[in-house]
């Protein structure tokens, strides 16, 4: 397991805030959140629904802006940074995997998977080229010309995972990237996440009600009512806490 050094550290919260509305419709979503998100190691939020997992990742991936606090990921304090740097940033950095796989239903596999490069002004022969190579790595070298329509869930997710990493991003964020997924294809999801991440000391941060997953995590930190309550390590020797078990699934 990765040593928790300020070196080893993918993305480093602490005291972060988040609220929404005005006046007295004003909610408090995140309440004073500390987290630690290492390299090489895939960490979990777990908590119930509306307990702030979404909106916390928002922050770290910086499509959202905290009212308070400090959030460094890569060494960068993305407090300070303006909206355009906080946006570069992240095409080179991050990479965002959705629940519901948000692929392009007109184009093929491929060209999917090229559209990060394409934003970032690869030209497009280089842009399919390396998009090949990662369907290749997820084990759909077969599927470069199909559309989504063509694919079952499994390789829908697969192709989600090849475009958020066909940039090479240091931390890959998913939104319950099992949730639509039977237990075979969502244990194959998972070997990817886990290849990722130890490779090259990325980090990976899922928010997840799957408690089959559980096993998978490095590191599980448990959400309730806009607060971290509590951080499980995760190895061989510590499985996850039986509690964390009945979290429920959606």
């Known amino acids: 397991m990765t ?19 005005d006046g007295g ?14 390299r090489g190691d895939i960490t979990m939020l777990v908590g119930p ?9 928002s922050i770290i991936a910086g499509t959202l802006v905290a009212d308070a606090g400090e959030l460094n990921v890569f060494g960068h304090d993305l407090r300070k940074m303006s909206t355009a740097a906080i946006t570069h940033f992240r095409s080179k ?14 184009l093929t596999c491929a060209e999917n998977v090229s ?3 394409l934003i970032q002004g690869v030209s497009p022969s280089k842009a399919e080229k390396r998009a090949k190579e990662v369907l290749e790595q997820v084990g759909l070298a077969d599927r470069f010309k199909n559309r989504p329509s063509q694919l079952s869930g499994g ?10 990493l066909v940039h090479e991003p240091q931390l890959i ?4 990237p099992t949730a639509a997924l039977d237990a075979k294809n969502g244990h194959v999801v998972m070997e990817l996440f886990e290849h990722v991440a130890r490779g090259k000391e990325r980090a990976v941060l899922i928010v997840t009600h799957d408690n089959r997953i559980f096993h998978h995590a490095n590191r599980i930190a448990s959400m309730d009512d806009g607060r971290v ?13 039986e509690h964390l078990k009945h979290v429920e699934r959606l």
């Not at 040593?3 to 509305?21: C, Q, Y």
């Not at 909610?27 to 959140?33: D, P």
């Not at 309550?229 to 806490?241: A, G, I, N, R, W």
């Open 173 to 176: 964020i998913c939104d319950e």
């Open 229 to 241: 309550v509590e951080v499980h390590d995760v190895d061989e020797d510590h499985p996850p806490p």
């Open 115 to 117: 559209v990060p490069l």
């Open 49 to 57: 629904s509306g307990c702030g997992k979404t909106t916390l990742i």
């Open 93 to 106: 950095y991050i990479g965002f995997i959705f629940q519901s796989f948000n692929l392009i239903p007109t």
């Open 25 to 38: 419709s004003r909610l408090q979503v995140l309440k004073e959140i500390d987290l630690e998100v290492r």
């Open 3 to 21: 040593a928790p050094g300020t070196n080893h550290l993918a993305a480093h919260v602490r005291g972060i805030s988040k609220s929404f509305g």
């Open 155 to 164: 390789q829908q997710q697969r192709v989600a995972i090849a475009r958020a």
